[in-house]
């Protein structure tokens, strides 16, 4: 992703969007705390670690595992997304008992109750729809079309830290650090409106793609029609012949990643002369953004393409078009007709998974989505004490000097830009755990009984709690991820970094097992998420969140020239015979991956201070830290999912992820790895980037 920041791929659950479950899970014996130590059980010893270290570190788990009917994805992760999940729910049932009245922790047992609600949603059917519904049905001609479209324009995506370029609405709004001026906010314009994951599946011409493509129209003519629309099937080709259109305009995902195309300035005056067709005015009116001169499109040509396109359609197409993607916008919170529908396009055609969630489930999914702290506060309470908090930022501080004594050692590296490199990792702020501040929910509106509603309220409040963002000034203490999202994330223009309590936990990070573990585990997460700051993406933010390289010409150069053999030995690397990784897209996660694991490396042999660290199980402490990297990757992925993954994703497969090891020699060092073995580098091809 964006330089996709987020370690994992998991779960990226927008509010409507799509599922795109990817996340991993568990161990043959559960993550359970019995469980302290390497899985020795889950390995494979059949299988040589130079052939293929993955399945050396997970091959029995594999084989012994199967996904669960409601994922699309198993693995160390979902274990934990599906522990926390647990606790999620627990915590807001004893809210519901305990809260009192109006504070943020009663709103989100009111919000869970009427998610849960299902026989109030049953007989309100469609009602709570219509209002929606009857409005496009109202639209006379373009201009309230374009109000129609700025009024849905949302805070839905994030190029940066999330990395979220998907939004359902024809174009998303992030505001972040301007990238020219950190100080002050910016409102960010992304391409979006399409009801697949990416321009991908409306324009490879692979037969799958075609098969999927017929899919997802026999969906929407189905959506229309338990809506009781006429004509379902001829809308649905018409709505599918638009998206395509739209589909054409975007751009891909790589080109996404490039931030040096995508600071586009454009004055309001320039949508006019830049992008003619879309009454911007309406549209902005609309989107309560009239007042803001100064936007930064992300996407000029889907922005270009899309005003041309509300030129040249029929109008009637766009209002199909609008009350398709109103009904799925809605589903999750309409009756079991709509969900059980989407869910059969989102869940099982595009990610493979047989089995809706159980509703409990999806409610606390729902409930994070729309009170992230509020939930979150209650998460952090419980189950992140202070004693934890302490050793994760100790193991951060350890990280943060192997990180500082890897730029002091770089050969290649000019010294000016090892003094900025040095300047910038002194400034890094770290987030562990939680927020210092909450944020605060006292403009949310919960009513019970009203689950479409509340979804709605919590889309438009926090759509408002960004726009206030403009004019104001930069809040460097705001998170990105709630504490009870199980992954990790660099916030590259707040040079800052959060890592969330729920990833702060066995088996990655435990505090009742040998400290060389967490390292190989949780001290790769941190240094992945540490050499952010500083590689290809990073290279172009400065200390102070400054779009701006402060790398020589020639370091740069070293640094892309290593990154092209990294990138060519992801291409290389084939998750079905069809399909390879691309090592473009997914360059950036992957360079961080091998410098987490160097660096985690490193700073774990600094606390041992020279002394001899004890063999365990027969394993060497070298073996043990590679082996508890190899398996806090383990994860098995349905084929649907992980082909959209490799399509969609800024990260690799888990697998190839955990293969990276190849590049350390340490790793050779540890598991007498020879030439010939299939996971085997010359020394001379071993990537070092750091
Ligand atoms: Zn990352």
Do not use: C
Not at 350 to 366: F, N, Q, Y
Not at 560 to 566: F, H, M, P, S, Y
Not at 634 to 662: C, M, N, Q, W, Y
Request: charged share 25%; glycine share 6%; hydrophobic share 45%.
């Amino acid at each position: 992703m964006t330089a996709p920041r987020v370690l994992r791929a998991l779960l990226v659950t927008a509010l409507p969007a799509l599922v795109l479950t990817i996340a991993p899970a568990r161990s043959a014996r559960t993550a359970t705390a019995a469980d302290h130590g390497i899985d020795l059980a889950g390995m494979d010893r059949a299988v040589k670690p130079g052939d293929d270290f993955f399945r050396y570190a997970n091959g029995t788990w594999l084989k012994a595992t199967p996904i669960p009917p409601d994922r699309a994805s198993y693995g160390t992760a979902d274990v934990l997304v599906e522990l926390t999940d647990r606790r999620v729910a627990d915590l807001i049932h004893e809210a519901a008992r305990t809260a009192p009245a109006g504070s943020d922790a009663h709103k989100v047992a009111d919000y869970y109750a009427t998610f849960m609600d299902e026989s109030t949603i049953e007989k309100l059917g469609l009602k709570p729809l219509e209002p929606a519904l009857a409005a496009i049905a109202a639209i006379k001609d373009r201009r309230e079309l374009a109000r129609a479209l700025g009024s849905s324009l949302r805070a839905d995506v994030d190029a940066l830290n999330n990395t979220n370029y998907y939004t359902d609405h024809v174009l998303g709004l992030w505001v972040a650090q301007s990238l020219d001026d950190p100080t002050r906010y910016a409102p960010f314009l992304l391409q979006g409106g399409l009801g697949m994951p990416d321009r991908t599946y409306y324009l490879d011409g692979a037969a799958q793609m075609a098969q999927t493509r017929a899919q997802y129209h026999a969906h929407i003519a189905r959506m229309l029609a338990l809506a009781h629309l006429a004509n379902a099937d001829a809308k649905a080709a018409r709505i599918m012949d638009l998206e395509l259109r739209i589909a054409q305009s975007h751009e891909t995902r790589v080109a996404s990643e490039d931030v040096t195309k995508a600071n586009n300035h454009w004055s309001r005056d320039d949508f006019e002369k830049r992008a003619p067709g879309l009454d911007w005015a309406a549209f902005f009116a609309a989107a309560g953004l009239e007042s803001q001169n100064d936007f930064v499109v992300w996407h000029p040509g889907a922005v270009t393409g899309l005003a041309a396109l509300i030129a040249s359609q029929p109008l009637a197409t766009w209002k199909d078009y609008l009350t398709f993607h109103a009904l799925e916008h809605a589903a999750p919170y309409l009756p079991q007709a709509f969900v059980a529908e989407r869910f059969g396009f989102h869940g099982k055609t595009l990610a493979g998974t047989p089995e809706l969630r159980a509703r409990w489930k999806r409610a606390v999914s729902e409930t994070n989505d729309a009170l992230g702290e509020a939930v979150g506060k209650l998460y952090a309470e419980r189950y992140f004490p202070p004693e934890e908090k302490a050793r994760a930022q100790a193991m951060v501080s350890n990280l943060i000097v192997a990180f500082g004594r890897r730029i002091d050692q770089l050969s290649w590296m000019a010294p000016e830009t090892r003094a900025k490199a040095k300047a910038k990792l002194a400034s890094l702020k770290v987030g562990v755990g939680y927020p210092d501040h909450w944020r605060n929910y006292s403009g949310l509106e919960v009513v019970r009984g009203d689950a479409l509603g509340n979804a709605e309220r919590v889309e438009l409040f926090e759509y408002h709690r960004n726009l206030r963002k403009l004019g104001q000034p930069v809040d460097r203490d705001e998170w990105a991820m709630t504490p009870q999202t199980v992954d990790a994330v660099n916030l590259p223009a707040m040079n800052a970094l959060n890592f969330p309590a729920a990833i702060l936990q066995p088996p990655y990070f435990d505090p009742k097992r040998a400290v060389v573990l967490d390292y190989g585990a949780t001290g790769a997460t941190i240094g992945h998420e540490i050499s952010h700051s500083f590689d290809d993406q990073g290279a172009l933010f400065d200390a102070s969140g400054k779009l701006h390289n402060w790398w020589t010409q020639d370091d740069l150069a070293h640094f892309r020239a290593e990154g092209a053999r990294l990138a060519h030995e992801f291409d290389q690397y084939h998750a079905f015979p069809d399909l390879a990784v691309n090592g473009q897209q997914t360059l950036s996660e992957n360079i961080a991956d091998v410098a987490g694991l160097v660096v985690a490396y490193d700073a774990y042999h600094l606390t041992l201070h020279g002394q001899p660290a004890p063999v365990v199980d027969g394993l060497s402490v070298d073996q043990q830290f590679f082996l508890s990297y190899a398996q806090s990757w383990r994860d098995k992925l349905r084929e649907p999912a992980l082909r959209e993954l490799v399509i969609s994703d800024g990260h690799a497969p888990s697998e190839f992820r955990a293969d990276t090891v190849r590049n350390l020699d340490a790793w050779y060092a540890a598991f007498e790895v020879k030439p010939g073995e299939r996971l085997y580098l010359a020394p001379a091809d071993r990537v070092r980037l750091w």
